[in-house]
């Protein structure tokens, strides 16, 4: 039987499966190599640095920080005494809009160690991310080396479009005795 004739720059048929194979292995990585900085989140990992932001004793600051993934988000936070006292929503034109959630305190930097921590706990669980036993998740952090609070975390649940990201922009201690500097995420 005779092939059929094939055009320049067209990939001959019985390759098409090597074709197809390779691009999903490389979709595959690009996907985990979004997931590839930092340190897995472990709790060994977690309370670490949280006992590096605990012992900073850092109690007033401005944070401001994004969320993207199935939704995106830009807040700037004010948190006096360890508690969040402010919550304003940045547009994409940079206006601010202030917010009044249920649960403030899940803005502030003790509020994205929770949110850390409880995505952990979900792979504990029969359906982690709502997604089949046996799914793979990959989970990362950085943490700012001298104060402590999650500068980048990262969720991928491997096949769905149920990727996080949460990044911290800038955090500004205010306050005596403290720096002013701002800690970038950079």
Not at 24 to 49: D, H, K, M, Y
Not at 71 to 88: C, L, M, P
Not at 113 to 133: C, K, M, N, S, V
Request: charged share 20%; aromatic share 8%.
């Amino acid at each position: 039987m005779k092939e059929p004739r094939q055009t320049a720059g067209q990939i001959p048929r019985r390759e098409m499966g090597w074709v197809v194979a390779s691009l999903i292995a490389i979709i595959s990585l690009c996907i985990f190599a979004r997931c590839s900085s930092g340190e897995p989140v472990t709790p060994q990992a977690l309370a670490a640095a949280r006992k590096v932001w605990t012992d900073a004793q850092v109690r007033d600051y401005d944070l401001e920080w994004t969320a993207s993934g199935q939704n995106s988000a830009h807040y700037f936070v004010t948190v006096r005494g360890g508690d969040v006292r402010k919550i304003e929503s940045i547009a994409p034109d940079g206006r601010k809009f202030e917010m009044h959630p249920a649960e403030p305190r899940f803005y502030g930097v003790d509020g994205l160690f929770t949110t850390i921590a409880d995505e952990l706990a979900q792979l504990g669980t029969a359906r982690p991310f709502g997604q089949p036993e046996g799914t793979k998740v990959v989970m990362r952090f950085t943490s700012d080396p001298q104060l402590g609070y999650p500068r980048s975390y990262r969720r991928d649940v491997l096949g769905t479009s149920q990727g996080l990201a949460i990044d911290v922009l800038r955090l500004v201690p205010t306050g005596s005795g403290l720096p002013t500097a701002p800690h970038a995420a950079s």
